[in-house]
């Protein structure tokens, strides 16, 4: 299936914990992006890469750390889990001479304990 | 104020009914609108891009007014499949092409038998 995919889907954790998410796109698309939609469900961009390069480094704690090993890939770290990173973070991405529509992978639910 | 802001309702209509949702942005120098939907723990989904001359796709109707930065999208002939959360979403481009996306938090529908 063609498709942008992220693992894992669920993920529960204790406070001052480091984890991963990881997110793949088989869509020959060129930027990634990851997103973070909190309680509220507002949907806030965190980074972007294009073609492995960071593009967009919002506001965001150093203790997210993205990694592109190449441009069908966007890993996220995150180190000494708080209790508000708790939220689900979508994974997207896009062709940067498309029309801008990002296609979003299934989200990951995180729950810090 | 919000870059993106909209009613987030919900709007509880019946099958059959038209609704209209609305939005605003803050920044004039936004270049691209488009609606997003989002069913209950799921990812984002483009449903329409938003044009100023207005635009139609089946049921769906778009309409942006950059004089007033305001945005709306009307659904005609509600279906029960039509219940989900609708996110009004904004472009900024910046130097190198790059675009980053900013969601509205979303306005909720539900239709009812």
């Known amino acids: 299936d063609t498709a942008v995919s992220q693992t894992p889907k669920y993920l529960v954790t204790q406070m001052g914990n480091d984890k991963s998410i990881k997110c793949e796109q088989n869509?020959?698309?060129?930027?990634m992006y990851w997103y973070k939609q909190d309680s509220k469900k507002f949907l806030k961009i965190m980074f972007s890469y294009n073609n492995k390069e960071l593009i967009i480094n919002e506001t965001v704690p150093n203790r997210f750390s993205p990694k592109s090993p190449d441009k069908a890939h966007l890993n996220l770290h995150i180190n000494s889990l708080e209790l508000g990173d708790s939220a689900v973070y979508f994974c997207a991405s896009s062709l940067l001479t498309s029309n801008h529509e990002q296609f979003f992978g299934p989200g990951t639910r995180l729950t810090v304990l | 104020r919000k870059e993106v802001e909209q009613d987030p309702g919900p709007f509880n209509v019946p099958e059959g009914a038209t609704v209209a949702f609305n939005c605003t942005y803050s920044?004039?120098?936004?270049?691209?609108f488009f609606w997003y939907r989002q069913d209950c723990r799921k990812e984002p989904k483009l449903l329409m891009s938003v044009y100023s001359s207005g635009n139609e796709d089946g049921r769906f109707t778009a309409q942006l007014n950059r004089a007033s930065q305001y945005i709306s999208l009307l659904i005609r002939d509600s279906k029960l499949s039509d219940s989900a959360t609708y996110l009004c979403v904004v472009i900024y481009m910046f130097s190198g092409g790059y675009n980053k996306l900013i969601f509205g938090a979303g306005t909720r529908l539900a239709v009812h038998p």
């Open positions: 869509l020959g698309h060129d930027t």
């Open positions: 920044n004039s120098a936004s270049q691209s």
